[in-house]
């Protein structure tokens, strides 16, 4: 018991990780409908510019945790109107082609300009571990969480309670009609790609000061998981993919500790294509057919 | 017409002859030294995967991103069976036998429940089975997990030239037949596709059960030609990989495939010491290739013989 | 003899019923006509008969060689070598296709030579291709359009793409058509020469025909009997003249109001 529940505190921890990028992913979805491939790679940028951030000008964590977060808006904002918005109407696969080239341009221009190896991340938070009888919760864990949780609320408050998360909710029903009743679609778009964005690099930040190492390709398998947990809740969904990526993480986690290591991207991978097979529109989803 | 039909294919026939003939010469004469024969091997197993994933994308507009999936299986078929089996030649045969015997039943197992799922959620599904097959190659004892297999040379560069052929025609052949216009219009139109007494998930299940054979013979000449393989060289980068050679030539064209393959192996070579640069290109090549020429460098065109004669043609009328 | 036998046909979408409890019978070689105001359900009952949506409730029979058998669940491409064809509402035509490869596709249930076959291009591969390409030729005679063979589909004028759609589902060699406005978007001169059309197909191939159809002038002259869906439910049938002076389907078209 003692060690489910470990695992579970572990568990839950990655998943904030997930879904704090999951929720990037379906809100770029939910908007746009595209698979924005390069989304990991946002998150692997937050925790550089993390990274660059405490080491070079020896700022703190929660500056560095805002600096990042909007160093990676700037990013997601460019990235969108240089090489998505030119597809607003082409097929959602030339568009995912797209996104899978602006991955590869990230990946690799980090590699070239901050150097292919590993980087330790500096230990900026104090590192103390509480223990609740047998089960140990470190300080890390509980500033992920917790980070995490603030986040979430003020992205829901953000989306159901404003102007902009009006917008926001209108663009991704029918765009063309959005446009009618006066939103201004494009910027909307762009704002959901620096919230998206934003939230991403928080992540970056938090697995570095969580795991310490980071590199220009850590970005890949988190983000196809964050991407897995996003369909697994139900993609456009925002609910949905905070759900997924706790989700996800918890799994992954008990796999790894009751199985293998080795199996754990098998196991969610499984998940991915059972959830697909059996109920694709996710977890919270609504099946929709198309016309004829 | 069926004659005429007959000049284009003896044409085909000569440019085969004449290209097998010249590339003799020029590796006897030592101008293709050891390097660019790797070089050229390696053009020849991209085209065989391009060609492959093509049909699945090009012509069946079925979007995988699983492909690397299938060619892992063809290189670990034909590197067991040449370390545990048997040696030289006829192990590769047999390798490339068992390899697609394999990569035709597991094909099948992923597209009966993945084919119903369209665009972007496919590619991601098939991406899932592509690293669940890598993990569970990873996972085995005959495979020697991470490690890899370190096999001796089996597969000359005269085995990929008549591999690349046969393939070629398989393709061709399967594209421009009545199951090839079925495939197509499945691409086009499913509904309508449906609605003329096309049973469309019996060709998308054909085409990539088809495709996937074809990329497993190109992951089973790989482990025959390059000495090693590990389970990480097959990652769903590599998919991606075959992807961009689609891409880059035109989802749907045969020939566009034939010269992206060439162009990017050529590429490769170049930046090989430059990986990130050469990365760096890759996707902006991509992006950009998306945004001003979506369609590729040859779209769904071919370059024939006849539209040879007509370009001509229309140049002379021009020119008079 | 009946060849269509619809009873008690019923679709539901969420709590809505697009298609509520329609009856039909059809004899072998009428010409029918569909008819009603938009969001009748006329498409959906299309839909319904050729496979693309399964019913909620009733049964759709099909007579097959003398035999009534049920179709309902069935798949599209089941029911269309049963012998149901159908043109769309929307033209969906394989637009980057020549409109020879249309028709070819339309042909496709009779296709024999194998995968194996067409790989390594058998004799019979080439006598059948010859084949199918004569029997599209005949086709596209018919509906006129055998010049533009080579051309794309999506290159086809409007009313030529229509006309395809028809070709098209010809090939299937169909004992019943269903025709979804085929006149839409046409001119009169176009439409005239469509009901023509119409009339030649149907003694050509011993076609049993159901067209929806918003063209009144077109419906009336032509159809042998009408069908009338409003709200998913069918308001009255007979010939053009008792459909004419029908009240309800006046009501139907021009609001409660006009009766009075």
Redesign the interface.
Same mark, same amino acid.
């Given at each position: 018991m003692t060690q489910f529940l470990q695992q579970m505190i572990n568990g839950l921890s990655l998943g904030s990780i997930y879904a704090l990028v999951a929720l990037g992913y379906t809100m770029v979805y939910g908007i746009i409908?595209l698979?924005n491939f390069a989304h990991g790679d946002i998150y692997m940028l937050g925790a550089y510019i993390g990274f660059i951030v405490t080491t070079k000008l020896g700022l703190g964590f929660f500056p560095a945790l805002v600096i990042s977060m909007a160093g990676c808006a700037l990013i997601g904002v460019t990235i969108e109107r240089i090489?998505y918005k030119?597809?607003r109407n082409?097929? =959602?696969?030339?568009?995912?082609?797209?996104a899978? #080239?602006?991955?590869?341009? !990230?990946?690799? #221009?980090t590699? =070239?300009v901050m150097g292919?190896g590993v980087q330790t991340f500096p230990n900026v938070l104090a590192n103390e571990t509480i223990m609740f009888g047998d089960v140990r919760i470190s300080t890390q864990q509980i500033v992920i969480f917790s980070v995490t949780i603030v986040l979430m609320v003020a992205l829901t408050f953000l989306v159901n309670k404003t102007k902009v998360g009006r917008a926001m909710r209108a663009v991704s029903v029918d765009p063309d009609a959005a446009r009618l009743m006066g939103v201004n679609v494009d910027a909307t778009i762009s704002f959901t790609f620096a919230i998206g964005s934003a939230l991403a690099g928080a992540a970056g930040v938090l697995v570095g000061l969580y795991y310490n190492s980071i590199n220009p390709l850590m970005g890949?398998l988190p983000g196809?998981k964050a991407?897995?947990a996003a369909?697994f809740g139900g993609i456009g969904i925002i609910p949905g993919a905070m759900l997924g990526g706790f989700f996800i993480g918890v799994v992954e986690t008990l796999v790894a500790g009751y199985w293998?290591s080795?199996?754990k991207?098998?196991v969610v991978? !499984?998940i !991915?294509?059972v959830i697909?097979?059996v109920k694709?529109a996710g977890l919270l989803g609504k099946n929709v057919k198309?016309k004829? | 017409m069926k004659n005429w039909m007959k000049k284009e294919n003896l044409l085909w026939l000569g440019l085969i002859v004449l290209s097998y003939a010249v590339l003799n010469i020029l590796i006897s004469a030592g101008i293709i030294n050891n390097v660019y024969k790797t070089v050229l091997m390696t053009i020849g197993i991209n085209i065989i995967l391009a060609i492959s994933l093509n049909l699945i994308i090009g012509i069946t507009g079925q979007?995988s991103l699983g492909h690397a999936g299938f060619m892992i299986i063809g290189a670990y078929s034909c590197g067991v069976m040449l370390k545990s089996f048997v040696s030289g030649v006829p192990g590769v045969f047999l390798g490339i036998i068992a390899g697609m015997v394999i990569s035709a039943f597991v094909a099948l197992v992923v597209a009966i429940?993945?084919l119903?799922?369209r665009?972007?959620?496919l590619? &991601?599904?098939t991406?899932?089975?592509g690293? &669940?097959i890598r993990?569970?190659i990873?996972?085995m004892k005959i495979t020697n997990g991470a490690a890899g297999l370190i096999l001796p040379k089996a597969v000359s560069w005269h085995m990929i030239f008549w591999a690349v052929v046969i393939c070629t025609i398989v393709v061709v052949n399967f594209g421009r037949s009545a199951h090839g216009r079925a495939c197509i219009s499945v691409r086009e139109d499913e509904?309508a596709a449906e609605a003329m007494g096309i049973n469309t998930t019996q060709y998308k299940i054909l085409a990539f059960v088809l495709g996937a054979m074809i990329a497993s013979v190109a992951g089973a000449l790989y482990a025959g030609a390059f000495y090693v393989i590990k389970p990480d060289m097959f990652t769903?980068?590599k998919s991606?990989d075959i992807?961009v050679l689609v891409?880059f030539g035109g989802m749907g064209s045969i020939t566009g495939s034939f010269i992206s393959s060439t162009l990017v192996s050529l590429l490769n070579t170049v930046l090989q010491q430059f990986s990130?640069?050469?990365?760096?290109v890759?996707?902006?090549?991509?992006?950009v290739i998306?945004?001003f020429r979506?369609s590729g460098l040859l779209g769904r065109k071919e370059l024939t013989f006849s539209g040879l004669l007509k370009v001509l043609k229309k140049g002379k009328g021009a020119a008079q | 003899m009946s060849v269509l036998k619809v009873t008690g046909l019923t679709k539901n979408f969420g709590g809505l019923s697009a298609v509520s409890n329609v009856n039909m019978e059809i004899e072998q070689g009428e010409l029918i006509g569909l008819i009603g105001p938009n969001g009748a359900g006329k498409?959906t009952l299309f839909?319904l008969l050729t496979g693309?949506y399964e019913p909620s409730e009733g049964t759709i029979e099909l007579n097959v060689d003398g035999k009534m058998i049920s179709i309902e669940g069935k798949k599209p491409y089941v029911i269309s070598t049963l012998g149901v064809s159908r043109t769309?509402q929307n033209i969906r035509l394989f637009k980057e296709l020549t409109v020879l490869d249309n028709v070819r596709i339309g042909m496709h249930q009779s296709v024999k030579t194998s995968v194996i076959g067409s790989i390594l291009r058998t004799p019979g591969f080439y006598r059948e291709e010859k084949m199918l390409e004569e029997k599209a030729y005949e086709l596209l005679k018919i509906v006129h359009l055998d010049e533009h063979a080579e051309d794309l589909a999506k290159n086809l004028p409007y009313g030529k793409q229509r006309r395809l759609e028809i070709a098209r589902a010809l090939a299937t060699n169909p004992k019943i058509l269903f025709l979804d406005e085929p006149a839409a978007g046409m001119n009169p001169q176009e439409t005239a020469e469509l009901t023509e059309l119409i009339h030649e197909l149907k003694e050509h191939f011993h076609l049993t025909i159901i067209l929806i159809e918003h063209d009144m002038s077109l419906v009336m002259s032509i159809c042998e009997r009408i069908y009338v869906l409003d709200y998913g439910r069918l308001i009255a049938k007979g010939n053009p003249q008792q459909i004419k002076s029908n009240k309800r389907v006046i009501e139907a078209y021009l609001g409660e109001d006009a009766s009075c």
């Open positions: 409908k698979i090489a030119p597809l082409a097929t =959602r696969i030339t568009a995912l082609i797209t899978i #080239g602006v991955s590869y341009f !990230l990946e690799a #221009g590699q =070239r292919a890949m196809i991407f897995i369909v293998s080795l199996w991207d098998a991978y !499984l !991915l294509i697909l097979i694709p198309e004829v | 979007f429940p993945t119903r799922l665009g972007d959620y590619a &991601i599904a991406l899932g089975f690293e &669940i993990i569970v990873l996972n509904i769903y980068s991606i992807l891409v990130s640069v050469r990365m760096i890759y996707g902006l090549a991509l992006v998306m945004v979506p | 498409t839909n693309v769309f």
